[in-house]
């Protein structure tokens, strides 16, 4: 069945560091891949998502990219803020058996002023 | 932007009562709504899928007797927690799925809603 892999945290890092989280996925077809974002105490917000090989989604200086080959999105920043500290979730939906969301485990960002 | 609700945001309930959560979706059509269950730190996992003038459909190992699932109308599923134990609290989020006519098939995350069963 699908499935979604993605690096253990927590991830502690000082502003304005280089942030990437890893994600890798196996699925059958193509799925539509995502990153969702949780703050403390709050519910779920998709930040940035991609539906097919080589698309780029991108958000609030957040990028990741559909890679086919490699079956990974991982999820980069150039500068992170005190304000991203978040969990970090990747997800996959598939086109069949009724679009299911299917969710890595989180990763914990703590960024350090 | 679309929008979904829970209500309550959050509930403490006695052991052996029932509790009921709502999911709406605020300006679309949801035929298909999700329930996930996320333990603290943990990830979401999905519990059933919530079909509109149907019956939901469980996932493996969830009890659809201790979790029923109502979706009356194109805009609300309800889950039913029966007989609720300490072991059933947890962070519950539902989600809904954009697929009226001209949406977008986009799903849309509730708030959550947090149970405590003491």
């Known amino acids: 069945g699908n499935s979604v892999t993605q690096m253990e945290g927590p991830v502690t890092l000082s502003e304005e560091a280089f942030l990437t989280i890893n994600c890798t996925y196996t699925a059958t077809g193509y799925p539509s891949l995502f990153w969702y974002v949780q703050y403390p105490g709050e519910g779920l917000q998709l930040l940035l998502k991609a539906t097919k090989a080589d698309d780029k989604g991108s958000n609030k200086g957040f990028e990741a990219t559909y890679r086919k080959e490699t079956t990974s999105f991982h999820l980069e920043k150039g500068s992170v803020q005190v304000s991203d500290s978040a969990v970090y979730f990747c997800a996959l939906r598939g086109r069949t058996g009724g679009f299911k969301t299917i969710f890595g485990a989180g990763t914990r960002l703590f960024v350090k002023a | 932007g679309a929008v979904v609700s829970q209500h309550p945001s959050w509930v403490i309930c006695k052991s052996g009562t029932s509790v009921k959560i709502e999911c709406r979706s605020l300006d679309f059509q949801a035929t298909t709504m999700f329930w996930y269950r996320q333990f603290p730190k943990q990830s979401l996992m999905l519990m059933a899928t919530?079909?509109?003038?149907?019956?939901?459909?469980?996932e493996q190992g969830v009890e659809k007797d201790k979790f029923l699932i109502n979706h009356a109308s194109l805009t609300l599923s309800t889950l039913t927690v029966t007989s609720a134990h300490p072991e059933d609290s947890s962070f519950y989020i539902c989600?809904?799925?954009?697929?009226?006519?001209?949406?977008?098939?986009?799903?849309?995350f509730g708030p959550g809603t947090r149970l405590t069963v003491t």
């Open positions: 919530s079909n509109e003038g149907s019956k939901a459909t469980y």
């Open positions: 989600s809904a799925r954009d697929q009226g006519q001209g949406g977008s098939y986009e799903q849309y």
